[in-house]
């Protein structure tokens, strides 16, 4: 196999990776559409299975193209150092199976090597040249997402290490640019390289450090057992807490140690590479709230405060990511052909389908529109937006009119009371609105047509918008669940959706400075409530 590319297999975020990068390679190969989600579906089946059962794993993508052998294969091979994945195979491996031409599980002395082969249809000529083309095409591949730039760093990073004496000068450069402490070591714990922040803070250097056992930075009542904590995890990754003295001022810093092995393809380590952050002020107010009880609940609400950040830091991430890469794509082909069909077949279009026409080249612009505006939604901060007073019955039409093609085909009816004018993000609001009435068509009652309201209640504390349907409605104990990122009450082959509408929804309210609920119970419906600050 000629390898193309590789991931590391470490957390539900690297799926995605697979998915998109299984789905390129397949591009790249000729394959259809179709058989590009086949391949990219089983190699995402067993990525899955490796990464919830497995240990340092690692996704090979490469292509079987011997000249002697007329038939050319897509290669994913999964290398993981758990011997005893195989006690573990469960539907998901039996499935991507399936789904390819060669499937195989091997177990060695060091893991299980997994195999997954996909026939590239007709004869084709797979030359070095080719496959070069291919390999630099995922070496100039834009990430993905935040996630996947912060990987492709590390490896980087790595990868500056390995090649040191070559390209020392540009390896230090990046690291020193880093506001923290980069060292790699060797087994016996001797310093290999460190930035210049090392120097800067300890005022010692490497060779100094070496000779001494970083005994002048480390307290001394501490100083054996940081060794022995050392020889116990050197075979694997780890962090520690521990105090090192600044120089200038001779007191002693508190930094957090994150140490990683750097291994072979065959698992031998070829040295450690790790870094040393100052977590000197979370310490000492980790400290002070000990002893002081009213600190303690400044702690509590700090700590919400932070949990709250990292939730929306990471929605935004995938926020970004599906407007960007999931959404963009296959609307650019899509206004694309329409285009092109405009063009070249207007005048042999009856009228019906010139109106149908037009209406399809409308919605693709309001969608083009929609995602641009969600992605610089996701980038940006509130002060950056600008409240507009709004009609809102304007949106609500304008929701509706995105919504026609659902609408008509649950034959749903839709009334909307008199809605007030109202200081808002209009083409947030109008998400909200087409979120909400799309979820009522969607979760209707298959033994009545759905029936919506939507309508408003107002007093001197606050603006309500209500959204009332006659659809299956919910059990209230899963109310808190409902709106979270990705979290789902039905199963997708009875509803579909990604689970980020009503998630959406939550942001934009909060966006508001208002607050969204519901109300419900099974098969009576449900109602929507968002509350809104007063109309200004």
């Known amino acids: 196999m000629q390898e193309i590319t590789r991931i590391t297999l470490e957390t539900d975020m690297d799926l995605v990776l697979v998915h998109k990068r299984t789905m390129k390679l397949g591009e790249l190969a000729g394959l259809s559409l179709a058989s590009q989600t086949t391949f990219a579906t089983a190699a995402s089946e067993v990525a899955r299975h490796v990464i919830e059962y497995g240990h340092n794993a690692v996704l090979l993508l490469g292509v079987k193209a011997d000249i002697k052998d007329p038939e050319k294969f897509l290669v994913a091979r999964i290398l993981d150092r758990n011997i005893n994945l195989t006690e573990k195979i469960n539907e998901s491996m039996v499935y991507a199976k399936r789904l390819v031409d060669l499937f195989t599980l091997e177990q060695t002395n060091k893991g299980i090597e997994i195999t997954l082969q996909f026939r590239i249809p007709g004869v084709q000529k797979i030359i070095s040249s080719r496959i070069e083309q291919w390999i630099s095409a995922f070496s100039v591949e834009q990430p993905l997402s935040p996630y996947d730039e912060i990987k492709r760093k590390n490896r980087q990073l790595q990868e500056l290490a390995e090649k040191l004496k070559e390209s020392e000068t540009q390896y230090r450069e990046v690291t020193n640019a880093l506001p923290l402490v980069i060292f790699s070591i060797n087994e016996e714990g001797e310093l290999l390289y460190a930035n210049s922040w090392l120097r800067s803070f300890t005022g010692y250097d490497l060779h100094q450090l070496n000779e001494n ?106 926020f970004a990511y599906a407007a960007s890469h999931d959404l963009q794509e296959p609307l650019r082909k899509i206004v694309y052909y329409s285009d092109y069909l405009n063009k070249h077949y207007a005048e042999e279009i009856d009228e019906r389908g010139k109106l149908y026409f037009g209406n399809m080249m409308s919605a693709s612009q309001r969608m083009t529109q929609l995602i641009h505006d969600l992605l610089n939604f996701s980038r940006i901060y509130r002060e950056n937006l600008h409240l507009v007073k709004t009609d809102l019955n304007l949106l609500a039409t304008e929701a509706m009119n995105d919504l026609d093609m659902a609408i008509k085909a649950k034959q749903a009816h839709v009334e909307v009371g008199d809605l007030p004018v109202m200081a808002v993000y209009p083409m947030q609001m109008r998400q909200l609105f087409q979120n909400l009435i799309s979820n009522a068509i969607k979760f209707s009652d298959e033994h009545r047509s759905p029936l919506i309201k939507v309508y408003a209640l107002e007093n001197s504390q606050h603006t309500q918008l209500i959204f009332e349907d006659n659809g299956v409605g919910f059990e209230e104990r899963y109310l808190d669940k409902m709106f979270s990122l990705f979290q789902r009450l039905h199963s997708r082959e009875k509803y579909a959706g990604t689970g980020i509408g009503l998630a959406m929804c939550k942001k934009i309210a909060d966006l508001h400075n208002g607050s969204i609920t519901a109300s419900s119970s099974p098969g009576q419906g449900a109602k929507f409530i968002l509350t809104l600050p007063p109309v200004a």
Do not use: C
């Open 213 to 318: 056992k970083w005994r002048p930075v480390i307290r001394d009542e501490e100083f054996i057992a940081a060794w022995e904590y050392w020889w116990q995890h050197q075979h694997a990754p780890f962090k520690r807490e521990m105090e090192l003295r600044n120089q200038q001022t001779g007191d002693f810093i508190w930094h957090l140690i994150s140490v990683t092995p750097v291994m072979k393809d065959n698992g031998e380590i070829i040295y450690w590479t790790g870094s040393m952050v100052d977590i000197h002020a979370q310490k000492v107010m980790e400290r002070t709230l000990r002893d002081n009880k009213e600190l303690k609940e400044m702690k509590l609400l700090l700590e919400e405060k932070v949990k709250e950040l990292n939730r929306s830091n990471q929605e935004l991430e995938q």
